[in-house]
């Protein structure tokens, strides 16, 4: 129990004010170093993302370096990790597997309520301190757009969130052991 010895009630007030906004303040900040939760083993210093390939057919001819540079930024940024070519302790590569347009919600009499992107990234993850924590897995997400749109007019928007969401999900699989 805290005892305050101040005997005037204003200053009791702001006194109690304060300490429950430090209290408030104080959780706030512990709070958010323990959200993340990432797991990246001490040893590991390193990293390289490869070129990945594009083998599909009908998507945007840049598509696999906008992914390339979209992993090395996101892997540079929200780990320790640092950027080398010349052995790395962990690799990724990959390829854009899938790249995907269809219809979503058909209405009747054979209308479209929506068409939907699905883009599928198969990834290698390679930890050449550690053998068992080698991995490869296809990561896919699709996001939605009206029928009266042109993909073209779109396609850069719905690429950009489709891949915030399959990065999370990669950096995820690699550093958090989900």
Request: proline letters at 5%; hydrophobic letters at 40%; charged letters at 20%.
């Amino acid at each position: 129990m805290i005892y305050i010895k101040h005997t005037d009630p204003t200053q009791r007030f702001v006194f109690m004010r304060h300490l429950l906004l430090a209290l408030v303040v104080s959780s706030l900040f512990t709070g958010c170093y323990t959200f993340k939760g990432f797991n990246v083993d001490p040893e590991l210093t390193t990293f390289k993302i490869s070129q990945f390939d594009n083998t599909t057919f009908n998507s945007p001819p840049n598509i696999n370096q906008t992914f390339t540079e979209a992993l090395k930024r996101k892997v540079s940024r929200e780990s320790r990790l640092v950027l080398e070519e010349q052995n790395p302790d962990i690799q990724f590569d990959g390829s854009i597997s899938r790249y995907n347009v269809s219809s979503v919600s058909p209405e009747p009499g054979e209308f479209t309520a929506l068409q939907r992107l699905s883009i599928t990234v198969q990834i290698r993850y390679t930890n050449h301190s550690d053998e068992e924590d080698t991995w490869e897995q296809p990561f896919s997400f699709f996001a939605d757009f009206a029928p009266e749109q042109q993909l073209i007019d779109v396609q850069d928007e719905l690429i950009a969130i489709i891949f915030d969401q399959i990065l999370e999900d990669i950096f995820n699989k690699a550093f958090t052991n989900w």
